[in-house]
Every structure is written in C-alpha cells, then in structure tokens.
Nanobody, 124 residues
Framework: QVQLVESGGGLVQTGGSLRLSCVAS????????MGWFRQAPGKDREFVAA????????YYADSVKGRSTISRDNAKNTVYLQMNSLKPEDTAVYYC?????????????????WGQGTQVTVSS
C-alpha cells in the first residue's frame, strides 16, 4: 500500500508562485511514475503534469505548460510541482498520484494511488 501526502498549497496573489510537494511511503518510490492533477469546484479532475520513474519523460497540460515544472527526488521519495505566474483559474485542490505500471500518463485512470490533496487559491 502506497501513501501519498501533499503539502505546499495556500493562498497566493495572481502572478505568485508555489511549490507543491508530495511524499510517498509504503512502497518503492523510484519504480512509480507520478502525476499531479487538480479539481476546481464544480469541475472534473484534470491532469496537470506527469513524470516518469527516472524523470526522463515529463508531460504538462497546455494550461500550465511554460509556467510549471514537475520534478522528483527519488532519494527523498518526493515529487514536486513548481508553479509560477499563477492565475485565478489555477485555483483548485491539487492531488498527487502514483502510477505503478505506466511509463508516465496523462490519464487519471492509470493511477493506482492518490493523496488527499492540497488547496491552492489564487486571488485576483
């Protein structure tokens, strides 16, 4: 069983930055690809970014491309999402997820374990 705990969310002004972290336990982190998703009130959960086991492959949603960077530190069992130039439309609960089988995926159905989420609020 893999446990994922996100942190780093908060309230930030438009144009600001946040770095989200997600610490994994209960498994072999270096063998999982990892992803970040988000869900805004009244909307479906959507893909944000993904990273392969060795960090060679990364994917980004068009909405965050150029403003966000996903990275991982396998020695710390941690995946990060650096978000810059934040906009009010980035306001959502952000979830990290672990994919035990795919190289890296944009589809939420490929992910096997999910964290509880961290709230990001961007004020205008």
């Amino acid at each position: 069983q893999v446990q994922l705990v996100e942190s780093g969310g908060g309230l930030v002004q438009t144009g600001g930055s946040l770095r989200l972290s997600c610490v994994a336990s209960g498994g072999t982190f270096s063998t999982y690809s990892m992803g970040w998703f988000r869900q805004a009130p009244g909307k479906d959960r959507e893909f944000v970014a993904a990273i392969s086991r060795g960090a060679v492959i990364t994917y980004y949603a068009d909405s965050v491309k150029g403003r966000s960077t996903i990275s991982r530190d396998n020695a710390k069992n941690t995946v990060y999402l650096q978000m810059n130039s934040l906009k009010p439309e980035d306001t959502a609960v952000y979830y990290c997820a672990a994919d035990l089988y795919s190289r890296a995926s944009v589809s939420s159905t490929n992910y096997n374990y999910w964290g509880q989420g961290t709230q990001v609020t961007v004020s205008s």
